[in-house]
């Protein structure tokens, strides 16, 4: 079994900041791309960052200059820095992970996702 457990979510005033945490745990061989998606009410899934291993971040334009991913493979951890944050960053933030177990299959994992407020 493969957990994904997202946490750091809350709410924040415009122009705050937030880090969001991402751990990943059980049979794991290995960790290829991680990244993190928003859901924001009555919107699709969007993608927000990602980051493969040993790869260069790619960022959603509306996040750009504001948010930052990052991962610690020695604790299989991701996250995601997020500054100057607005009303429309607001939604349900996802962990998403592509690995293979130990018992050699990929796996397209993801978290339940942490709930980003953004309002005064």
């Known amino acids: 079994q493969v957990q994904l457990v997202e946490s750091g979510g809350g709410l924040v005033q415009p122009g705050g900041s937030l880090r969001l945490s991402c751990a990943a745990s059980?049979?794991?061989?290995?960790?290829?791309?991680m990244a993190w998606y928003r859901q924001a009410p009555g919107k699709q899934r969007e993608m927000v960052a990602t980051?493969?291993?040993?790869?260069?971040?790619n960022y959603a334009l509306s996040v750009k200059g504001r948010f930052a991913i990052s991962r610690d493979n020695t604790k299989n951890t991701l996250y995601l820095e997020m500054h100057s944050l607005k009303p429309e960053d607001t939604a349900l933030y996802f962990c998403?992970?592509?690995?293979?177990?130990?018992?050699?299959?990929?796996?397209?994992?993801w978290g339940q996702g942490t709930l980003v407020t953004v309002s005064s």
């Open positions: 998403n992970a592509f690995l293979v177990g130990s018992d050699g299959i990929a796996l397209n994992a």
């Open positions: 059980g049979s794991i061989f290995s960790i290829d791309t």
């Open positions: 980051i493969a291993n040993g790869g260069s971040p």
